[in-house]
């Protein structure tokens, strides 16, 4: 008797192991389910074909949960400062590339591309360079000595460089800087012929701001693609830096990126955040979701744009308060890392729902 008690008593526990084994299973599938239902950006980017990136802080790494972010929501990641001129080279012939090697190194990790940012710009010059006096021919061969010794460094690992920033006035002329006042509009066909020399497989970029729509500046901008491609100069994209403001952007976006991508290029958003009067409120913050899909979805519209990179993800690294008094809130996620309406906007946008 005791014996079949016993074994009556195995069997029920047997029993009880398999049910429970049983209910895990059948409560882990909605977990499972629900992780498919949401992916991060970079897997809903990478079954359009195209990149998802941001840039990155160099000083931010450190920190688990932005590392964390970084790493596994985007496809490709910008040096914020740490590939600049002044952050490079501060002292003539002397570089520090340590802030761009950390960042090369955690896009390698993580199977991310690294977009190069930048090698010739009128600002964060380094003071030997700024305030400088050379002639005319030194200058040309320091600029494209700079942009050769840079994008040699980095061949094959980084895949676009932003050769030349912010070269337009709002009007559509040619900003004066130390580059335009000295040797004219020739520095920047001279810029791409360097980096197309150092590393013949990077796509090479102009990028500007406020380029976004159909205006004067971007006028001048598609004329001077359409002159450096006319002339064989090796440009392959353009870079839209897209600082928006909630509720503003431009209706023109979609057609002006396709008039560039008809002149053969590749085009990007390449800085998108999008800022309102803070405080945030719930208006606010639903009008920049719209706004976010609506960029993603002109993305998507056209075939030659590749991606799309955010200036950060987090309020609480953003450049705006800073930069646009009384302003803020620009960024996917809140000053916690907890994504904001705009993450699932933009998300969407990026798949094409």
């Known amino acids: 008797m005791k014996l079949q008690l016993l074994s009556l008593?195995?069997?029920?526990?047997?029993a009880l192991v398999a049910s429970a084994a049983a209910l895990a299973v059948t409560l882990a599938a909605p977990t499972q389910a629900a992780g498919a239902a949401n992916p991060t950006l970079r897997e809903v980017a990478d079954r359009t074909g195209r990149f998802v990136g941001t840039a990155v802080n160099d000083g931010r790494l450190g920190d688990g949960t932005y590392a964390n972010i970084a790493k596994s929501e985007f496809s490709s990641v910008t040096a914020e400062n740490a590939m600049k001129w002044g952050s490079v080279e501060p002292n003539r012939g002397q570089f520090n590339w340590a802030a761009a090697d950390r960042l090369v190194s955690f896009a390698q990790a993580n199977r991310q591309k690294v977009y190069g940012h930048t090698l010739v710009w009128h600002s964060q010059m380094p003071n030997w360079l700024a305030n400088g006096s050379f002639s005319n021919a030194e200058l040309r061969t320091i600029m494209t000595g700079h942009v050769t010794t840079q994008v040699a460094r980095y061949k094959g690992k980084v895949q676009r460089w932003d050769v030349v920033n912010e070269a337009f006035n709002e009007n559509g002329t040619l900003r004066t800087s130390k580059f335009y006042n000295q040797l004219g509009q020739s520095y920047i066909a001279d810029a791409f012929r360097a980096a197309r020399a150092a590393d013949p497989s990077a796509k090479l970029f102009i990028n500007d701001y406020n380029t976004e729509g159909t205006n004067a500046k971007s006028d001048g901008l598609y004329n001077l693609v359409k002159s450096l491609k006319s002339q064989g100069v090796p440009i392959d994209g353009v870079g839209f830096q897209?600082?928006?403001?909630?509720?503003?952007?431009?209706?023109t976006?979609?057609?002006n990126?396709?008039?560039?991508a008809d002149l053969g290029v590749e085009v990007v958003i390449s800085e998108l955040d999008i800022r309102m009067a803070t405080p945030a409120d719930a208006t606010k913050l639903q009008q920049q979701a719209n706004d976010y899909k609506a960029v993603a979805r002109n993305c998507l519209a056209i075939a030659r744009c590749t991606g799309i990179t955010v200036w950060g993800f987090g309020d609480r690294d953003s450049w705006v308060?800073?930069?646009?008094?009384?302003q803020g809130a620009a960024n996917l996620y809140?000053?916690?890392?907890?994504?904001?309406?705009?993450?699932?906007?933009?998300?969407?946008?990026?798949?094409?729902?």
């Open 9 to 14: 008593r195995r069997a029920h526990a047997a």
């Open 242 to 251: 897209s600082h928006l403001i909630v509720g503003q952007v431009p209706s």
């Open 253 to 255: 976006m979609k057609a």
């Open 257 to 260: 990126l396709q008039r560039f």
């Open 321 to 326: 308060p800073d930069t646009f008094p009384g």
């Open 334 to 353: 809140d000053t916690n890392y907890q994504p904001k309406p705009a993450y699932n906007a933009f998300r969407d946008g990026l798949a094409g729902s």
